[in-house]
């Protein structure tokens, strides 16, 4: 019962001990006039049962970016902040998940985070056109227009941090490069940070390309979620096999994302888990 700015709790001695818990978790955010979504409950639930409070409490204050609108972007999960922290030690970090775990708009908060602290001259985001085949065909405009549907979401996170205009001025000046994987071939990226999105739609040989791009002081973030794979049937996704290559080599990182790191709208981490069900069951799709 909430009287005034006092909330008064009653329950079992272990509810009441929860709750708390959950409430001093949970500080940092509403400390600093932030709206707590049922996605922070979530989180910081779990981080409370698994004896991580004091981690997830941590997160509170690692303000990461400020969006154009003004809010503080920050982890929203203990796997969130890990990922955070590969991408900071290791030149080559893989990020495998389902969707809406933040893969990408993370990976882009780090990107222009470097490219603003100049420890990188410019940031080249790509990822693969699955559907080059007639379907573009029938899209108008030349060939970069007709992939740009494709590249939306990259477009998304880069107006979300910096705005419509400044986007677009970077990417005028090409400080900023968002293009189909294809344009990669023959290249090597030198001083950028490179983020490959929806790795899971590339094939071995477009996986192995992309990764060989890497040139000196740059840093690239393979991110992609292997239950959602739009390749023909049979065929090896190029993120698959990487996981499995590089586990282990010097300088890469892999981190896998689950259905409880959803960040989305609740309901999103329950679809990805009726789907996972699905697909454990071996229920034809």
């Not at 410019?122 to 007639?134: K, N, S, Y």
Request: proline fraction near 5%; glycine fraction near 10%; charge should be positive.
């Amino acid at each position: 019962m909430l009287r005034g700015l006092d909330l008064q709790v009653s329950g079992r001695p272990s509810q009441r001990q929860r709750l708390a818990g959950l409430l001093t978790l949970i500080q940092p955010l509403w400390q600093a006039g932030e709206a707590i979504t049922p996605v922070d409950l979530q989180n910081a639930l779990a981080a409370l049962d698994n004896g991580r409070g004091e981690e997830h409490r941590a997160l509170g204050g690692q303000v990461l970016a400020t969006s154009r609108s003004g809010r503080p972007v920050r982890p929203r999960s203990l796997r969130q902040k890990a990922f955070i922290e590969a991408i900071e030690r290791h030149d080559l970090t893989l990020a495998i998940g389902p969707a809406g775990t933040g893969k990408t708009f993370l990976a882009t908060v780090q990107a222009v985070r470097m490219l603003q602290e100049r420890r990188v001259e410019r940031l080249i985001l790509t990822r693969p056109a699955v559907e080059a085949g007639e379907r573009l065909g029938f899209l108008p405009g030349d060939l970069q227009q007709k992939v740009d549907p494709y590249l939306r979401p990259l477009y998304d996170a880069l107006n979300t941090l910096l705005g419509n205009e400044r986007t677009a001025q970077l990417l005028e000046k090409g400080t900023i490069e968002v293009a189909p994987l294809a344009y990669m071939r023959g290249r090597t990226l030198a001083d950028a940070f490179v983020i490959l999105d929806e790795a899971q739609n590339t094939t071995c040989a477009q996986m192995r390309m992309a990764l060989t791009r890497l040139g000196e002081n740059s840093r690239m973030v393979v991110t992609g979620d292997t239950t959602q794979i739009d390749l023909p049937p049979g065929q090896l996704s190029g993120l698959v096999e990487a996981a499995q290559v590089l586990q282990g080599v010097e300088g890469v990182a892999i981190c896998r994302f689950g259905d409880a790191d959803v960040v989305r709208h609740p309901l999103v981490q329950r679809l990805v888990q009726a789907y996972a069900s699905r697909d454990a069951s071996g229920r034809p799709r």
